[in-house]
């Protein structure tokens, strides 16, 4: 029991499970899927300076969906360390060649480890990685109004033009990101 | 007093209808509901490997079935539930109509520039805003970096956005 659990599902059972999500919360209390929003009312929760954008009711209107991205995280915990895959993520050979000639050693959790790891921030590279990418998706997610959630699916799923558009921008960027600026800052 | 008005509210209707200040309208449900919901996001994404950088860069470089085998079966099914509850009407668990509102095109420039910008950060990070906070679950502590630095983003963008082309 516990090996079937803890092994990686195929993408036709998790695919349309992930589908489900934006009709499954519209179900519950009219609420639009979107994890990024999370972000932004953290922001004006924290530090909003004042900004228009960070100017509303964000207990109002962002409580629920704070609850959601704390079940996210405890989600991770229950999938990723109770019912932990102890095998690398099988990926395409071509792709352990070409991460490997990127300098990548570890492959044996969901994220390499030589580079997600605490350490890291002692390096340029890191911070590059981290903080950078970081800052990437915050900004991007904040300009585009969405990320892969929000736009991605539920967006799609509402059949949004606009989200068909930054769907196509997710993934230009990512191609771009993937041969571009990924060899950049592993180089650093 | 007090514990007259107190024990009134308390034995009042779902609908609060036995007291004329309390707003219309069912009552929503209690926020666990969406703890609960967001716990199973997370171990479906957690278990599809979505969150996992080396899925991501399989992807970007084209070189696996898996992550577009994903895209492929969640978009269809996405729109075909949603179109569903659009057409047929259909109304929350509580009973309250289901709006969806439009995103608004404006020039449509925010949705190509901000979208690819997102897309150069999730080939870094291997995760975007979901899989940030299932990775922190699963115990990659230092995504509260990333995480973190995605405020910082949130903020710059609030703080830019009069002077933005949208």
Redesign the interface.
């Known amino acids: 029991m516990y090996d079937a659990l803890s092994q990686p599902w195929p993408w036709y059972i998790a695919g349309p499970l992930i589908g489900c999500f934006p009709a499954l919360l519209l179900l519950l209390g009219n609420k639009a899927f979107g994890v990024s929003s999370n972000l932004r009312h953290a922001c004006a929760a924290v530090f909003p300076s004042g900004l228009a954008h960070f100017r509303y009711d964000w207990r109002r209107e962002g409580a629920w969906n704070l609850a959601f991205a704390l079940g996210i995280c405890l989600g991770g915990v229950i999938a990723g360390v109770w019912f932990r895959n102890p095998a690398p993520v099988a990926i395409a050979t071509r792709t352990t060649a070409d991460l490997a000639a990127l300098g990548i050693r570890d492959f044996s959790g969901l994220v390499p480890g030589d580079l997600f790891r605490w350490g890291s921030l002692l390096s340029l590279r890191g911070w590059a990685l981290l903080g950078g990418g970081g800052f990437l998706v915050g900004f991007g997610t904040a300009y585009a109004g969405g990320c892969t959630s929000g736009h991605g699916l539920a967006g799609v799923a509402d059949l949004q033009g606009p989200s068909v558009l930054a769907l196509l921008g997710f993934f230009a960027g990512g191609v771009a990101g993937t041969f571009l600026l990924l060899p950049f800052v592993l180089g650093l | 007093m007090a514990t007259a008005d107190s024990a009134r509210q308390w034995t009042s209707s779902p609908l609060g209808a036995a007291s004329p200040s309390a707003p219309r309208g069912p009552r ?2 209690g ?31 084209f ?5 577009f ?11 075909v ?6 057409r047929r009407g ?1 109304r ?3 009973d ?10 404006g020039r ?1 420039i ?21 899989p ?12 509260s ?15 830019l ?2 002077r ?1 082309p949208h």
């Open positions: 929503p449900l926020l666990w509901v969406y703890v609960f919901a967001g716990i199973l996001f997370g171990v479906v994404l957690t278990k599809a490997e979505v969150i996992s950088w080396f899925r991501i860069q399989e992807m970007f470089r070189q696996g079935f898996h992550m085998g994903i895209f492929a079966t969640a978009l269809p099914t996405g729109i539930t949603v179109q569903a509850i659009k259909i929350t668990v509580r309250e109509a289901i709006v969806l509102s439009p995103k608004q095109w449509g925010r949705y190509l520039v901000g979208g690819t910008i997102f897309g150069l950060g999730w080939a870094l990070t291997g995760a975007c805003p979901g940030l906070f299932a990775l922190l679950g699963t115990g990659v502590g230092v995504m970096v990333a995480i973190g630095s995605a405020l910082l983003g949130i903020w710059t963008y609030g703080w956005r009069p933005l």
